[in-house]
């Protein structure tokens, strides 16, 4: 006759002594093979893996929870273990196949080992991204469609390179979207010329400027991030100095808490904006420091200011961009509003998951 047994040394992780179980075998150990090096350690949510259990030999190995039933039996715990082991028993080489007779029990001497084997500790599950709500806001009569985020968000600027397109017409927001798959996508930024799309204005991405800084009523803020820490301020050199990734735009609609509109000493350009009633993007720091990005129903810069003033508690905010060229875009939404111009830029948020407004009140197109 002819009997296996197998040694198991070391344990894999430590475990409470609750959760180990102890197995004796006699020496000497006939015909047993064990790995020559250490056993490597124990996988997110593996097993012990007995490999090629038979009469003569059996193997030691770690393995996860899922493998092919013929090579082996994935023991996720040491009672299921002791289980397997005890049910190995010794085999016959009887043609009657006549059960041998049972083993004595080991006694207690320095001839016996003691193997102690312990579960693996369980991986600790991947955290859920935090979730935030795309919230509508009715604030007199302008709505705000927004998102607040949380600080474990992360933010960049995105700019989309030309080079090795087919053509030069750029991409609308839809297809930045699928190019860098964020969570959420605002449209941001202003053109100089439309083929190939080109920036009007500072945008900073990791640190390279892909365009240069413009002086003039329409791009007196900037919005600058490094993915966490986030500001919306108007524009200065020394403001975006050092910074990793910066986007100029504007104008400033709210700065420090008090609303730049209603105004009636206005430069022409920015008086002809402010009267003008159509769909803005936008960027707010609210009284605790939080970012949030929205778009607006049609409205004017005059009623604008003091719907985020008052329905969002901003203390600054700038507008991103507008008409044509203003959306936003929600993983598991879609997207709000049209933006049918390729842009030359837009702000990415990732790490967040979209929760859809109560009833599903989604609104867009929001024209009056």
Same mark, same amino acid.
């Given at each position: ?90 085999? @016959? ?88 798959? &964020? ?32 002086? @003039? ?16 301020? @108007?524009?200065? &050199? ?20 008090? @609303? ?45 200011? &003091? ?36 842009? &030359? ?24």
């Amino acid at each position: 006759m002819i009997r296996a047994a197998i040694l198991l040394a070391g344990a894999l992780g430590a475990a409470p002594a609750a959760a180990q179980e102890t197995f004796s075998f006699p020496r000497p150990v006939p015909q047993v093979t064990v790995p020559s090096k250490p056993l490597p350690q124990a996988q997110p949510g593996g097993g012990v893996l007995l490999q090629n259990l038979s009469r003569h030999q059996s193997g030691v190995g770690i393995g996860g929870p899922t493998h092919d039933r013929a090579i082996g039996e994935t023991v996720g715990s040491p009672n299921a273990l002791g289980g397997l082991l005890r049910g190995l028993g010794p085999a @016959s080489d009887d043609e009657d196949g006549a059960p041998p007779a049972a083993d004595p029990a080991p006694a207690a001497d320095p001839n016996h080992v003691t193997a102690i084997v312990s579960a693996p500790a369980a991986a600790p599950r991947p955290a859920s991204p935090p979730s935030v709500a795309l919230r509508t806001v009715q604030s007199g009569p302008v709505a705000l469609q927004v998102v607040t985020l949380p600080n474990a968000a992360r933010v960049e600027i995105v700019a989309p390179d030309a080079a090795g397109r087919k053509d030069d017409a750029g991409l609308v927001l839809l297809e930045i979207a699928t190019e860098y798959q &964020p969570d959420i996508l605002i449209s941001g930024g202003y053109l100089s010329a439309f083929v190939p799309p080109t920036a009007l204005g500072l945008v900073r991405v990791g640190g390279r400027d892909i365009s240069r800084i413009h002086r @003039s009523w329409l791009t007196t803020a900037v919005f600058c991030t490094d993915g966490s820490d986030h500001l919306v301020r @108007s524009f200065s &050199p020394e403001i975006v100095e050092g910074r990793t990734d910066c986007l100029q735009a504007g104008p400033m609609v709210v700065v420090d808490g008090a @609303s730049r509109y209603p105004a009636s000493d206005l430069v022409d350009g920015e008086a002809r904006l402010a009267d003008q009633i159509v769909i803005h993007t936008f960027l707010c720091e609210d009284a605790q420091g939080a970012l949030v990005m929205g778009i607006s129903g049609a409205a004017t810069l005059h009623e604008l200011g &003091p719907a985020l003033v008052d329905g969002l508690g901003c203390r600054q905010a700038m507008r991103l961009s507008g008409r044509e060229t203003g959306g936003m875009y929600l993983r598991g939404i879609g997207l709000l509003e049209n933006s049918l111009i390729a842009l &030359p830029s837009a702000i990415a948020v990732h790490g967040v998951s979209v929760r859809r407004p109560a009833g599903d009140e989604i609104r867009t197109g929001i024209f009056r």
